[in-house]
């Protein structure tokens, strides 16, 4: 797929989470990365 822009939704759910991402060029080429994420509940007190 040829794409230049990527859209990501995050979990709906409150929690730590991790994101494991692979990007491919033309070439077969690729590079990893990983991103934490905390997903917090707004609504709860605080």
């Not at 409150?14 to 060029?25: C, K, N, Q, S």
């Amino acid at each position: 797929a040829d794409a230049a822009s990527v859209r990501f939704v995050g979990p709906a759910q409150p929690g730590a989470y991790r994101l494991f991402m692979t990007i491919r060029d033309r070439n077969g080429k690729a590079a990893t990365a990983n991103l934490p994420f905390l997903v917090r509940d707004e609504t709860a007190e605080r």
